[in-house]
């Protein structure tokens, strides 16, 4: 049973293009959220999705930021125009239910803006 | 908000030696209370986790932890430890409520057990 899978593990972009990082759930999972882990900081809640749902995205960014999550395919985080500041991992996560239903991590995207 | 303070970056101890790493949480209400480890080179793995009931909380690998209200604290030990815990330690909360898939993550212990 494969675990979360993110895409790519490493990303190096310039500053002012997008960036676009892929989770595919575990099998049977429709619920996924996004964290983000800036340098020396602790994982911070992003966005909660289901399939077609934004269901809260009160972590992320106001501008540049989105994310989604079709009926088909995984989950993107997009970040439009990068700044330096945006150089982070990004760590997906899965559940089947909703709540406080177990998480399930990815290995990360570790994002570098030049 | 709500946040995780872990005590200690990075902690060195002989094998057979016993753990104790903490972790204290700043929020009012009731909460959930996580302890994650990843391993190197592995994703984050769920090591045990406290909802309600007994605070005392025993999970995977002969890991436990203490809920301590009054303090805030959900401390994480192992009475005796193996090179093989080396790893990252994550302590996290959440709300118990509405929000509660929402985690907040401490900083992370780094743990090295040396043979």
């Known amino acids: 049973n494969a675990g979360v899978m993110q895409n790519p593990r490493h990303l190096v972009r310039r500053r002012g293009q997008e960036a676009r990082l892929r989770c595919s759930p575990m099998k049977g999972h429709s619920h996924v959220y996004w964290y983000r882990q800036l340098p020396e900081e602790g994982l911070k809640f992003m966005v909660y999705?289901?399939?077609?749902?934004?269901?809260?995205e009160s972590g992320m960014p106001k501008e540049r930021f989105s994310a989604e999550f079709p009926k088909e395919g995984p989950s993107i985080l997009r970040i439009q125009q990068v700044v330096r500041g945006d150089s982070a991992a990004y760590f997906c996560?899965?559940?089947?239910?909703?709540?406080?239903?177990?998480?399930?991590f990815g290995p990360g995207t570790r994002l570098t803006v030049t | 908000a709500q946040s995780v303070s872990q005590h200690n970056h990075h902690v060195i101890l002989s094998e057979a030696a016993s753990l104790e790493l903490g972790c204290n949480y700043s929020y009012g209400g009731t909460v959930n209370l996580f302890w994650y480890v990843q391993y190197p080179g592995q994703h984050l793995q769920l090591l045990l986790k406290?909802?309600?009931?007994?605070?005392l909380v025993k999970g995977i690998k002969g890991f436990e932890a203490e809920f301590i209200k009054s303090k805030f604290s959900f401390n994480l030990r192992k009475p005796s430890v193996q090179w093989s815990d080396t790893a990252e330690y994550f302590c996290?909360?959440?709300?118990?409520?509405?929000?509660?898939?929402?985690?907040?993550f401490g900083k992370g212990t780094k743990l090295s057990v040396i043979p």
């Open positions: 996290a909360v959440s709300d118990s409520g509405a929000g509660s898939y929402q985690l907040t």
């Open positions: 999705l289901q399939k077609e749902n934004i269901i809260d």
């Open positions: 996560a899965s559940s089947p239910d909703g709540g406080s239903s177990e998480q399930y």
């Open positions: 406290y909802f309600s009931g007994d605070p």
